[in-house]
T-cell receptor
Framework: RKEVEQDPGPFNVPEGATVAFNCTYS??????FFWYRQDCRKEPKLLMS???SGNEDGRFTAQLNRASQYISLLIRDSKLSDSATYLCVVNGNEKLTFGTGTRLTIIP | NAGVTQTPKFQVLKTGQSMTLQCAQDMNHEYMSWYRQDPGMGLRLIHY???????DQGEVPNGYNVSRSTTEDFPLRLLSAAPSQTSVYFC?????????????FGDGTRLSIL
């Protein structure tokens, strides 16, 4: 089993729709979780950290389920500018492990 | 504040050549790391460092060396370039040597080995 697994993409979603991604992790001792965004041929950039109680940042909501070992990202009222690859990131043993990413395309 | 700076941005090498990818950060971060990103593979950790004088291997260290003589710099050396090392390389840093805080990335080095 991979350390971090993400929903396979691509997701093609109409503008204004709500979209959700899931990510599962195998290391039950992991303590820190993040979502990164990566635009084509650019470096990954932090979108948001994921906290145990769940957290929201504008149109973005992140959830953590420790019992089932998954995290999720919900994007509401999607914009064209949300088109990107979203990377799930989990820590363990002094390093962060990145998922392979889920590609999202918002369609006008 | 420059953040994480990588040089060069692009490089073409011939098989067997050696070269060093430079990475510098001005945020006084203890933790630095090198990743490679290939299509369908995601980001894979090559080497990392939790502080000056300390380095360790990641998931795919073979063919690469690193050193950390200062807090600011973390160069990645390709010993004898092979076509399988064609990739995009990202350097990243974090204030937390335990890996519990997000990392800041440089804008990458695109490397082609012929």
């Amino acid at each position: 089993r991979k350390e971090v697994e993400q929903d396979p993409g691509p997701f093609n979603v109409p503008e204004g729709a709500t979209v959700a991604f899931n990510c599962t992790y195998s290391n039950s001792a992991s303590q820190s979780f993040f979502w990164y965004r990566q635009d084509c041929r650019k470096e990954p950039k932090l979108l948001m950290s994921v906290y145990s109680s769940g957290n929201e940042d504008g149109r973005f909501t992140a959830q953590l389920n420790r019992a089932s070992q998954y995290i999720s990202l919900l994007i509401r009222d999607s914009k064209l500018s949300d088109s990107a690859t979203y990377l799930c990131v989990v820590n363990g043993n002094e390093k962060l492990t990145f998922g392979t990413g889920t590609r999202l395309t918002i369609i006008p | 504040n420059a953040g994480v700076t990588q040089t060069p941005k692009f490089q073409v090498l011939k098989t067997g050549q050696s070269m060093t990818l430079q990475c510098a950060q001005d945020m006084n971060h203890e933790y630095m790391s090198w990743y490679r990103q290939d299509p369908g593979m995601g980001l894979r950790l090559i080497h990392y460092s939790v502080g000056a004088g300390i380095t360790d291997q990641g998931e795919v260290p073979n063919g690469y060396n690193v050193s950390r003589s200062t807090t600011e710099d973390f160069p990645l050396r390709l010993l004898s370039a092979a076509p399988s090392q064609t990739s995009v390389y990202f350097c990243a840093s974090s204030p937390d040597p335990g890996g519990n805080q997000p990392q800041h990335f440089g804008d990458g080095t695109r490397l082609s080995i012929l």
